[in-house]
């Protein structure tokens, strides 16, 4: 009796250990992204002695104001694709009597992983910014129209 209850017991204990295994593998996680989507033309436009108002007109609302510093604003952009590596990047701005006086960034994402561009297609408007394909008419518009 006691065997029987020692392989059980292992039983249950490796069942629960291969889960994480098994979710990673077989189930389907979604991708998250959470934040501000920084642009690095939209951070070349900022420059220090900026006032809160101009920062907050080419960059939008910061993700996070320091709850005791209310000089530190926050530019967070987090992204997990399902089943993939975490990636952040944040933006530290200081103030101080209103006008930026420092810009701290850590971690930069170069390119979208959520965004996934399949290899072999053209984008939609390729076949009207083509100019090879302006002679070849796709719809006949010569036709008259009827009107009863």
Same mark, same amino acid.
């Not at 070849?136 to 009863?148: F, G, K, L, R, Y």
């Given at each position: 009796?006691?065997?029987? *209850? ?46 809160? #108002? ?25 992204? *997990?694709?399902?089943? #993939?590596?975490? #990636?952040?990047?944040? !933006? ?19 390119? /979208? ?5 399949? *290899?072999?297609? &053209?984008?939609? &408007?390729?076949?009207? #910014? ?10 006949? /518009?010569?036709?008259?129209?009827? !009107? &009863?």
């Amino acid at each position: 009796m006691p065997i029987k *209850k020692i392989v059980v017991f292992l039983f249950f204990i490796s069942s629960l250990s291969g889960c994480t295994f098994l979710y990673d593998t077989f189930v389907y996680q979604i991708d998250v992204t959470q934040g501000n989507y920084l642009e690095d033309d939209k951070l070349d436009q900022i420059n220090l002695g900026m006032s809160q #108002e101009q920062v907050i007109f080419i960059l939008g609302s910061p993700m996070l104001i320091d709850q005791f510093d209310s000089s530190k604003w926050y530019y967070i952009r987090y992204i *997990k694709p399902g089943g #993939e590596a975490i #990636e952040q990047d944040h !933006v530290v701005f200081t103030f101080d009597n209103r006008l930026l006086t420092k810009i701290t960034r850590e971690g930069q994402i170069d390119t /979208n992983p959520l965004i996934k561009t399949p *290899k072999g297609r &053209n984008a939609p &408007n390729a076949a009207t #910014e083509d100019p090879s394909t302006i002679d070849d008419a796709q719809t006949d /518009n010569t036709s008259p129209i009827i !009107v &009863n």
